[in-house]
């Protein structure tokens, strides 16, 4: 379909701000400009939670901004931990002991089907299906529950630190793990029968929101937004940390580019975690799970990323030798796919706008830091 | 993984021979990281030389830092490459450095289209000015925000 | 042809996802009326904090390692303690986790809300209690057939 072109005669556009009080907007403002039903362009106006925390964690020593650097996704929290971590431990030359990396690497595999099913059940509701709104959010109480066992905490766990991990596994844990991602994996063909073969997902969903492979690599986009397009990143692959480089799996895509493929790499990325979870279990080594590490930023200079559930979480710190970094500079995956919002928009119609945008997995919080 | 660093070290040789007088520092800082410090005036072209003769096509981010006791900020693009499949780990941090008083800069906007919203983070945190930048409107702050750039080193906030 | 056959289709995953829905309607939901019903918690749960008063020297490091500055040391007699402001505290247990004496203990009390903000400085005597037992638990539990659901705790 095409739109009509703004500057024919006669033609004019009509600004909409679908705002953060939208409950189809999420924590974010987006200015969109109609042309009748068809989107001509869409801005994202960022910027309603950013709290500041490049200044906060200036101030604060690297063990006080744990908290700190974990919020900004709560739903991901152990992977953004992960690359605060990976980035002092880089400066100062301490490498955890084994177990501690496969432990790492455990809590972070459950955090990324805990926000691939957060972000399910947020997509479900846009497009209606309060079915599944209610399904995801449930099961990632299996989840949840199992996390509390491991670490003390639901959602924001302070697991890592410099060095190691602050707990080991409890008794009991891989037998009830195991028995639970079995049933997961039952449950994921259910959300594909109720919902991703359901005419009424996918007549609304293919073809709709394209980012092509090119504009995908020039925009810098990250994550599933860009093994949606076609491109097979990833960096438990191709940069492997922690235990990634002893386990095996596979990076999903998708060479379709619309919403469709976005959401079925989300699929294919849960399933992939909940065997990774019974293989890390299965080859996991015994040992001590922490090393000491001082509460210091040697001098130098590190650029430390991780892949987190929506993409490359990096920091680039520089140290100067105190407690605290000199800079830290924070950029989490929804920042870098906030560039791909405004092309993903273009020509859909605004029916078809929740479907679209939500498709990338965009976290307000976690780009506004 | 081997820690021999051979890729690094030709991409270094190569940069050094194409632009023998513009760079001033190209160093392998340990395993699939590398620094490139060059003058303002010629980041241009050796960014389009980085897209177009080595496939450096992802922009990965763009930081600013503030080095307030040198008298400059550095402004630092983190680029990876997905053309060449061999590079895939390769971080190459393309490095500035503009005198605090008058922090004047060339956008790259044009060469890579999403470095755009970094850019717009450091004009209005640390006040840089960067020309031919599609749209310097504030990002994160308010609109309505008149106070001094907040990520300065000068500026507090009442710290815990 | 094929506008037949993939309106065929669509029907038979229609039907399919309809049925997958409605075999649920049967089901016992997992919906805990709290605080009748309460969820036990699991065993290394991050809760409130228990002080060990004869063991607690007053160094300062809780409160210097404190992420949200929520610790306060107070003076009793000639010796120190902390007062913790509840109020701020994120549960992160970096306090318990650095205190060179292991004075400070993990609890599982998470229900501590209380009317006003003034309620929620605990004095160190009040962080010494131990905490109170609850009953009425029940468990999250995965059972082949049935499924997911909260049960009542045996045994306990």
Request: hydrophobic content about 35%; glycine content about 8%.
């Amino acid at each position: 379909m095409q739109a009509m072109s703004p500057t024919e005669p006669g033609a004019q556009t009509m600004t909409l701000s679908v705002g953060p009080q939208h409950s189809g907007s999420g924590h974010m403002r987006l200015i969109v400009e109609l042309d009748g039903d068809i989107i001509v362009s869409a801005m994202p106006d960022p910027g309603y939670v950013h709290r500041g925390i490049e200044k906060i964690i200036e101030l604060r020593n690297i063990i006080r901004s744990i908290p700190v650097i974990e919020r900004p996704s709560i739903i991901d929290a152990s992977n953004l931990n992960h690359a605060w971590v990976k980035a002092i431990e880089e400066l100062q030359g301490v490498e955890p002991p084994a177990r501690g990396q496969y432990l790492r690497c455990l809590i972070n595999e459950m955090n990324r089907i805990m926000s691939h099913l957060y972000w399910l059940s947020i997509y479900g509701v846009f497009l209606g299906h309060t079915t599944m709104f209610m399904w995801p959010l449930g099961d990632r109480e299996l989840f949840i529950d199992l996390a509390e066992s491991l670490t003390g905490a639901r959602i924001t766990y302070s697991y890592l630190v410099p060095g190691g991990v602050r707990r080991d596994l409890p008794k009991g844990f891989a037998e009830e793990a195991i028995k639970r991602t079995k049933y997961f994996e039952k449950r994921l063909d259910e959300y594909e029968n109720i919902f991703f073969k359901n005419p009424l997902f996918t007549s609304r969903a293919k073809g709709i929101g394209i980012l092509t492979r090119e504009r995908a690599i020039a925009l810098g986009s990250t994550g599933p937004t860009l093994r949606g397009s076609g491109i097979d990143r990833d960096l438990r692959k191709d940069e492997p940390y922690a235990a990634y480089g002893e386990l095996d799996f596979k990076v999903h895509t998708r060479p379709g580019g619309d919403s469709y493929s976005r959401a079925m790499v989300h699929m294919d990325e849960m399933r992939e975690s909940s065997q990774l979870i019974r293989q890390i279990l299965e080859k996991l080594p015994s040992g001590p799970v922490r090393r000491k590490a001082p509460i210091v930023v040697p001098r130098g200079e590190t650029y430390a990323r991780v892949e987190s559930a929506r993409g490359e979480c990096s920091f680039y710190m520089i140290g100067e030798g105190g407690d605290k970094p000199y800079r830290a500079r924070y950029i989490t995956g929804s920042y870098r796919n906030l560039a791909a919002i405004p092309e993903v928009l273009k020509g859909v119609r605004l029916a078809d706008m929740p479907t679209s945008w939500w498709s990338i997995d965009y976290w307000p919080v976690e780009a506004d830091r | 993984m081997s820690l021999a660093h051979e890729r690094e070290d030709s991409l270094v040789k190569t940069l050094k021979e194409s632009f023998p007088s513009d760079i001033k520092e190209a160093t392998v800082v340990r395993r699939s990281r590398i620094n490139l410090v060059v003058a303002p005036d010629k980041i241009a072209d050796i960014a389009v030389f980085l897209r177009d003769k080595l496939g450096y096509d992802h922009p990965s981010g763009v930081s600013a830092v503030d080095y307030n006791r040198e008298g400059r900020f550095e402004i630092v693009y983190h680029l990876s490459s997905i053309k060449t499949r061999d590079q895939q780990d390769i971080v190459i941090n393309l490095k500035e450095s503009v005198p605090r008083n008058s922090p004047k800069a060339v956008s790259l906007v044009s060469v890579w289209p999403g470095v755009e919203n970094y850019e717009r983070e450091s004009i209005e945190m640390f006040g840089i000015q960067f020309e031919g930048h599609p749209r310097p409107e504030k990002l994160f702050l308010n609109d309505n925000w008149d106070g001094p750039p907040p990520m300065r080193k000068e500026v507090r906030f009442p710290t815990d | 042809m094929a506008p037949i056959v993939g309106k065929f289709k669509a029907a038979v995953n229609s039907w399919v996802a309809y049925s997958a829905g409605l075999r649920h309607l049967f089901h016992k939901p997992y919906t805990l009326r709290f605080p009748e019903q309460r969820y036990a918690v699991e065993a290394g749960f991050r809760g409130r904090h228990l002080l060990h008063l004869d063991r607690c020297t007053g160094c300062g490091i809780c409160a210097w390692i404190c992420p949200e500055k929520c610790i306060t040391i107070v003076q009793r007699g000639d010796r120190w303690f902390p007062q913790y402001f509840y109020g701020r505290c994120c549960f992160c247990h970096f306090c318990t986790d650095y205190c060179p004496e292991f004075a400070l203990e993990e609890t599982v009390e998470y229900d501590i809300a209380e009317y006003t903000r003034e309620l929620l400085v605990w004095s160190p005597e009040r962080l010494a209690k131990p905490p109170a037992k609850k009953d009425n638990k029940y468990v999250f539990s995965v059972n082949g057939s049935r499924g997911a659901s909260q049960v009542p705790e045996q045994g306990h």
